[in-house]
């Protein structure tokens, strides 16, 4: 492993921007290109805005955590609540599906996060809370390909 991190921050809407730009942070040394950064970016989000939202219902209080690795060109991170939970996850994770169409809420987040990562996993107890896990590889970036 080169390098590891955990964050962990009260599940309130604003700290999706903080998840956000913290995890590009973290990323910065595998030097990914924009598409790679927005597509992470996107998954973190995701992630995140789940959890503050369907884990917690906004509450203000409690906590989400992200704890991520870096091992050569690849990310794995989890993001995590002890929420709600999914009572099903191959119904959650169908596209359009939500819970929350009141709040305008696309139910398009795992198929989203699931297109731009390499793997991902859900796992949720009812009353326990959630974690979503993924994984990425950064392509290794060559003088050829800054070039372009």
Known sequence: MDNEMTLSFVAIEENEALARIAMTCFITPLDPTLEEISEFKTIVSEAVTNAIIHGYNIDGSSLVTIHATIDEQKVTMTV?????????????????????????????????????????????????????????????????????
């Open 80 to 148: 995590s609540d002890e929420g709600e939970g999914i009572d099903d996850i191959e119904r959650a994770m169908e596209p359009m599906f939500t819970t929350r169409p009141h709040m305008e809420r696309s139910g398009m987040g795992f198929t989203i996060m699931e297109s731009f990562s390499d793997n991902l996993k859900v796992e949720s107890v009812i009353g326990k809370g959630t974690v979503v896990k993924f994984e990425k590889t950064f392509s290794l970036v060559t003088e050829t390909s800054r070039m372009r």
